[in-house]
């Protein structure tokens, strides 16, 4: 079976940190002719802008042509076709796909039929490890290290599958975590105790002017709507935080706050143009470290 990016635990911390070096590279030299002759598939069953985007965009920029899908409506799995018989079909087609999809597990399952390498684009509320990696780039742009650093995330941290593979790649350096949430978008037990057996520590709390002013990243999250069985529950947190420009006077100089957007209401426009805001400079990062994890599965870096 080729090498997939399905988890962030598919990659060693050596091989993440070779991720980010070839990223680095990559912003320096933003196109190069590496893939030439390889096409790629982008089969979305859910929507995106960035992370479809910038893959393709990352692909064309190493040479690389790409045929996939944003809208299943135009697929034959309108017609009942599986997702097995889907996979088969397109590995067979390309060198590498990129896949995002509504049910967790369903990118571990295309990996184990394709006979190319799969990156798992988001899969339900479970993981999205090129978020994680581009996180993992900014947070070492910003802050010069990935060592021993406060990483507040905030909001939507039930559903929020950035937050999930983030707290884990981020085990490998030393974090010291705060989870800032409304009680019913707590950060699921599986990952606290997960956490708790890696002996890495963690701070749980409502309000988000607990730690503002001690944080060194703050990674605020959308509520994810679209992972709701009840839309009245929804209602009830979709606007829980709200993080202004006014609450930021006593924040520490380095910090910046990352979102892996959509932004909802959760970040004020007026944050945007603080020297704290880094969430656009962090999208068009995803670019490069997309870059770079396409060159790496297919043995080119
Ligand atoms: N961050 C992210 O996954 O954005 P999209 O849903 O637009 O791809």
């Not at 598939?41 to 690389?64: D, K, Q, V, W, Y």
């Not at 593979?165 to 105790?193: C, G, R, W």
Request: charged share 25%; proline share 4%; aromatic share 10%.
């Amino acid at each position: 079976m080729p090498k997939s990016l399905i988890s962030i635990h598919d990659f060693s911390k050596e091989e993440i940190l070779h991720i980010l070096e070839i990223a680095a590279e990559f912003e320096k030299n933003k196109s190069q002719n590496i893939l030439a002759g390889k096409v790629i598939a982008c089969i979305f069953f859910e929507p995106s802008t960035r992370t479809r985007l910038s893959f393709e965009t990352a692909s064309n920029r190493l040479g690389a042509r790409v045929i996939g899908f944003s809208d299943t409506g135009n697929t034959s799995i309108t017609k009942g076709e599986s997702l097995k018989d889907t996979i088969k079909m397109v590995s067979n087609y390309v060198d590498l796909i990129v896949m995002r999809h509504p049910l967790e597990g369903a990118s571990r399952y295309a990996s184990e039929i394709a006979s190319v390498p799969v990156v798992n684009a988001g899969d339900g509320a479970n993981q999205h490890p090129s978020q994680t990696l581009l996180d993992l780039y900014s947070i070492k742009q910003t802050q010069g290290k990935l060592n021993d650093l406060k990483i507040n995330m905030v909001g939507d941290l039930k559903y929020g599958r950035t937050v999930h593979s983030l707290l884990q790649a981020m085990s490998h350096f030393s974090p010291n975590f705060v989870f800032t949430s409304p009680d019913e978008l707590m950060l699921p037990s599986e990952y606290k105790e997960w956490l708790d057996g890696k002996g890495i520590p963690y701070t749980e709390t409502r309000q988000l002017s607990d730690h503002l002013n001690d944080s060194d990243i703050i990674y605020m999250t959308r509520v994810q709507q679209e992972r709701f069985t009840d839309l009245m529950e929804y209602e009830k947190v979709k606007n829980f935080y709200r993080l202004e420009k006014s609450m930021l006077d006593n924040v520490k100089p380095n910090m910046k706050i990352l979102h892996p957007l959509p932004r909802l209401n959760e970040i004020s426009t007026d944050v945007d143009d603080t020297k704290y805001a880094y969430f656009y400079k962090q999208a068009e990062n995803g670019m490069y470290v997309r870059m770079a994890i396409i060159a790496y599965l297919l043995g080119y870096k």
